[in-house]
């Protein structure tokens, strides 16, 4: 019973101490000397392989105390710890609840089953319209009574469909997944991942794909039939994170204003200076986009600072290691430290939180220049390995690092409670006739 009383007190101790001291930034200080020795072999290590210590960066802290750096408050390719700055700049302007809308309308009245007009979709900037939303979306059109569009697919706004941003194309692929007939495998696959009993929507467009740009093309008279709101955006950010995936980055960026409104309000965010995040991208493709180790680990903590009062951890937004797939697949990474990576073609990088026994949660942050992936990947969970057996374990996963929010994502895509019916059939041949 004594031994389990220190561990519950261990684990107390660690959420209790761990957000009072969850800094917004923390000033170089001097270092903790055992970290920086453990630190120092690490960077020796690189040097032995014929890399350049100038160019590792490296990052520790724990809670408000500076632990070990190296280039730490430098600029260095940040790769994908780019999505960082982007997730923290979407939180700060919409919040972790937050739906994109993409509204359908007709241009005609619906007799008999038949739309004499066109089908009107207006994006809204959704990253995740995939399969199997458009599906959901096509069988909410036959619910309306549509089975065939005489007109074509007018597409207006922002839209990308299964990652397609090119107007043309992601309209050729939700004209697709509106009729069951024309589905490609990968459509069907998806479908079959679907909730027992899912319909497979039958909607023929009778024209093709047109596209009209604001402030250019007259758009025509229209009348809205249906409301489709996104997934939340903690969730489409927790799918970013985990695969990385650049399309929806770069779609929250645009959406954002661009790079520089993400870098400016992150490092406002985070009370780190601005010279110390610079993006060309909100996906960290190219060596252009830099930021220093030191305001990557502000940017974490500070997302978990805004989340602690919305009843969210980081674990909602970036995966966590023994859990999740994605890009930490094979990785060793210390269990349940929640991570995000990063990868060029000479940079492989590592960033996150991890619990420990004697240092609470310590944050870290590893920007690694070098042409051996696989190697660097091995080196920086090993130093993680290393600084976790030195400071103790915890038994159980902290609190502050579980996701509130358990269940799997890919289970809620297709949600028929995201189609909101606007007009019924009748309505619209009503409001097309006056």
Same mark, same amino acid.
């Given at each position: 019973?004594?031994g389990?009383?220190r561990? =519950?007190t261990?684990?107390?101790?660690?959420?209790?101490?761990?957000?009072?001291?969850?800094?917004?930034?923390v000033?170089?200080g001097?270092?903790?000397?055992t970290? /920086?020795?453990t630190l120092q072999?690490?960077l020796e290590?690189?040097?032995?392989?014929?890399?350049?210590?100038?160019?590792?960066?490296?990052?520790?802290?724990?809670g408000?105390?500076?632990?070990a750096?190296?280039q730490?408050?430098?600029?260095?390719?940040?790769?994908?710890l780019t999505?960082?700055?982007?997730?923290?700049?979407?939180?700060?302007?919409?919040?972790?609840?937050h /739906?994109?809308?993409?509204?359908i309308?007709?241009?005609g009245?619906?007799?008999?089953?038949?739309l004499?007009?066109d089908?009107?979709?207006?994006?809204?900037?959704d990253?995740?319209?995939v399969?199997?939303?458009?599906?959901?979306?096509?069988?909410?059109?036959n619910?309306?009574?549509?089975?065939k569009?005489?007109?074509?697919?007018v597409?207006?706004?922002?839209?990308?469909?299964?990652?397609?941003?090119?107007p043309?194309?992601?309209?050729? @692929?939700?004209?697709?997944?509106f009729n069951?007939?024309?589905?490609?495998?990968e459509?069907?696959?998806?479908?079959?991942?679907?909730?027992?009993g899912?319909?497979?929507?039958?909607?023929?467009?009778?024209g093709?794909?047109?596209?009209?740009?604001?402030?250019?093309?007259?758009?025509?008279?229209?009348?809205?039939?249906?409301?489709?709101?996104?997934?939340?955006?903690?969730?489409?950010?927790k @799918?970013?994170?985990?695969y990385?995936?650049?399309?929806?980055?770069?779609?929250?960026?645009?959406s954002?204003?661009?790079?520089?409104?993400?870098?400016?309000?992150?490092?406002?965010?985070?009370g780190?200076?601005?010279?110390?995040?610079r993006?060309?991208?909100?996906?960290?493709l190219g060596?252009?986009?830099?930021?220093?180790?030191?305001?990557?680990?502000?940017?974490?903590?500070?997302? /978990?600072?805004y989340?602690?009062?919305?009843?969210?951890?980081?674990?909602?937004?970036?995966?966590?290691?023994?859990?999740?797939?994605?890009t930490?697949?094979? $990785?060793?990474?210390p269990?349940?430290?929640?991570?995000?990576?990063?990868?060029l073609?000479?940079?492989s990088? @590592?960033?996150?939180?991890?619990?420990?026994?004697?240092?609470?949660?310590?944050?870290?942050v590893m920007?690694?220049?070098?042409?051996?992936l696989?190697?660097? $990947?091995?080196?920086q969970d090993k130093?993680?390995?290393?600084?976790?057996k030195?400071w103790g374990?915890?038994?159980?996963?902290?609190l502050?690092?579980?996701? =509130?929010?358990? /269940?799997?994502?890919?289970?809620? @895509?297709?949600?028929?409670?995201?189609?909101e019916?606007?007009?019924?059939?009748l309505?619209?041949?009503?409001?097309?006739?006056?």
């Amino acid at each position: 019973m004594a031994g389990l009383s220190r561990v =519950n007190t261990s684990l107390k101790a660690v959420n209790a101490i761990a957000w009072n001291d969850v800094p917004w930034s923390v000033l170089p200080g001097e270092p903790d000397a055992t970290t /920086q020795a453990t630190l120092q072999q690490y960077l020796e290590g690189l040097s032995r392989k014929g890399l350049i210590a100038s160019s590792q960066g490296v990052w520790l802290q724990s809670g408000a105390q500076f632990l070990a750096s190296n280039q730490g408050t430098t600029p260095l390719p940040a790769a994908s710890l780019t999505k960082v700055a982007t997730s923290l700049a979407s939180l700060e302007t919409w919040g972790a609840d937050h /739906q994109f809308e993409t509204l359908i309308s007709t241009t005609g009245p619906i007799q008999k089953g038949v739309l004499q007009g066109d089908l009107v979709i207006q994006g809204g900037g959704d990253p995740l319209l995939v399969w199997e939303e458009a599906i959901a979306l096509g069988n909410a059109l036959n619910r309306l009574g549509i089975a065939k569009v005489t007109g074509n697919l007018v597409i207006t706004g922002s839209l990308a469909m299964n990652f397609e941003t090119k107007p043309e194309k992601a309209g050729a @692929l939700l004209k697709q997944a509106f009729n069951a007939n024309t589905w490609s495998g990968e459509a069907a696959y998806q479908h079959q991942k679907m909730p027992t009993g899912t319909p497979r929507p039958y909607v023929a467009i009778a024209g093709g794909v047109q596209v009209l740009h604001y402030g250019v093309d007259l758009l025509p008279k229209q009348i809205l039939l249906l409301r489709h709101r996104s997934l939340a955006l903690s969730h489409i950010l927790k @799918l970013m994170n985990i695969y990385s995936n650049n399309v929806i980055a770069e779609s929250l960026a645009n959406s954002l204003g661009g790079a520089g409104v993400v870098a400016q309000q992150a490092a406002i965010a985070a009370g780190v200076p601005q010279d110390e995040i610079r993006l060309q991208n909100g996906s960290g493709l190219g060596t252009e986009n830099q930021i220093s180790p030191r305001a990557i680990c502000a940017m974490f903590a500070t997302i /978990q600072r805004y989340l602690q009062f919305r009843n969210l951890t980081v674990a909602d937004l970036f995966p966590i290691a023994g859990v999740d797939g994605g890009t930490i697949d094979y $990785r060793k990474i210390p269990q349940d430290a929640v991570v995000k990576t990063g990868t060029l073609n000479d940079v492989s990088a @590592l960033a996150g939180v991890v619990p420990t026994r004697d240092r609470g949660f310590v944050w870290f942050v590893m920007i690694n220049r070098g042409t051996d992936l696989d190697d660097l $990947r091995d080196r920086q969970d090993k130093l993680l390995q290393t600084l976790v057996k030195q400071w103790g374990t915890v038994s159980t996963r902290p609190l502050p690092l579980s996701p =509130n929010d358990t /269940q799997p994502i890919a289970t809620l @895509l297709g949600a028929t409670d995201r189609n909101e019916v606007v007009r019924s059939a009748l309505d619209v041949s009503i409001d097309s006739s006056n």
